[in-house]
């Protein structure tokens, strides 16, 4: 927990492997569900998002559908607002980040 005064907030963070691109979109949409989820069981306030991958290059096309849906979806469009951070990074199983792009 951040002490008072403290400039951090609390993050979400959800992490998984990727495959197979062709069901990317699908996967989206249930990532999207998910953190609406948690954010319906969460304290009000301001949140970050972070969405970790292990596979193929897909940060900007999964930024592309977040967006999409938030643009049809209320719900969560009012939860990206409140993001003050939101981003998709791809790395490697070694860690090394091979790409990154906002949710925003």
Request: charged share 25%; aromatic share 6%; glycine share 6%.
């Amino acid at each position: 927990m951040p002490n008072e005064g403290s400039t951090i907030a609390p993050t979400i963070a959800i992490a998984t492997d990727i495959v197979d691109l062709v069901q990317l979109d699908d996967f989206v949409g249930h990532i999207a569900e998910q953190s609406k989820v948690y954010r319906t069981t969460c304290r009000p306030g301001e949140y970050m998002l972070l969405i970790s991958i292990i596979g193929k290059r897909c940060a900007e096309r999964f930024a592309v559908e977040w967006r999409r849906l938030a643009n049809i979806d209320t719900v969560l469009a009012e939860y990206t607002r409140n993001l003050i951070a939101a981003d998709v990074l791809v790395g490697t199983r070694e860690g090394v980040i091979l790409e990154t792009s906002s949710l925003l």
